[in-house]
T-cell receptor, first 109, second 119 residues
């Protein structure tokens, strides 16, 4: 069975500082990895997925199969990045997602 | 992408009662998913609701506790039966964000959730 681990429940940084939200997974096959974000009083929404290899709102994430990681990074955090971030894994083409417990990011002014 | 409306947005219920949560989508979708998020926990898939057939439940979830209806391609309900305080959670409806033909289309969009508190 697959598992997604986000080791940090809380992460606090100052505006302009780099931020890295960690995500590790366990799955024997080739997973599809996602980052979802939930801003205050908003619904959960997709931030990015590994196959797109794109930067969204300055965030990037690289799938490292050797380390089974999919860490989310941004070089200069902004206050509006404060939100709950969830890493998720899909093990097949069936839309079933396994989520991590989430990391609450707070960007201080 | 599809827009999902869920109701109720929140409710407080008594132990032993049942509550039905509704999920309405503004476009036709083949698959709808119900997730649960218990306090401090991650989202867990309860079941996949398929139109015209029985829902497919994940391990640890049973139809008697979480009966699901899917009368058409835009609507589904999840009932939480015989509730106990352990059922206090946020229940979320989700549907595919992209058409099934899209490459890497394992992307979901979510409703705002229904926050259930059982006393």
């Amino acid at each position: 069975a697959q598992r997604v681990t986000q080791p940090e429940k809380l992460l606090s940084v100052f505006k302009g500082a780099p931020v890295e939200l960690k995500c590790n997974y366990s799955y024997s096959g080739s997973p599809e990895l996602f980052w979802y974000v939930q801003y205050s009083r908003q619904r959960l929404q997709l931030l990015l997925r590994h196959i797109s290899r794109e930067s969204i709102k300055g965030f990037t994430a690289d799938l490292n199969k050797g380390e089974t990681s999919f860490h989310l990074k941004k070089p200069f955090a902004q206050e509006e990045d404060s939100a709950m971030y969830y890493c998720a894994l899909s093990a097949g083409s069936n839309y079933k997602l396994t989520f991590g417990k989430g990391t609450l990011l707070t960007v201080n002014p | 992408s599809a827009v999902i409306s869920q109701k109720p947005s929140r409710d407080i219920c008594q132990r032993g009662t049942s509550l039905t949560i509704q999920c309405q989508v503004d476009s036709q979708v083949t698959m709808m998913f119900w997730y649960r998020q218990q306090p401090g926990q991650s989202l867990t898939l309860i079941a996949t609701a398929n139109q015209g057939s029985e829902a497919t439940y994940e391990s640890g979830f049973v139809i008697d506790k979480f009966p699901i209806s899917r009368p058409n391609l835009t609507f589904s309900t999840l009932t939480v039966s015989n509730m106990s305080p352990e059922d206090s959670s946020i229940y979320l409806c989700s549907v595919p964000l992209l058409p099934t033909s899209a490459s890497g289309a394992n992307v979901l969009t979510f409703g705002a959730g229904s926050r259930l508190t059982v006393l």
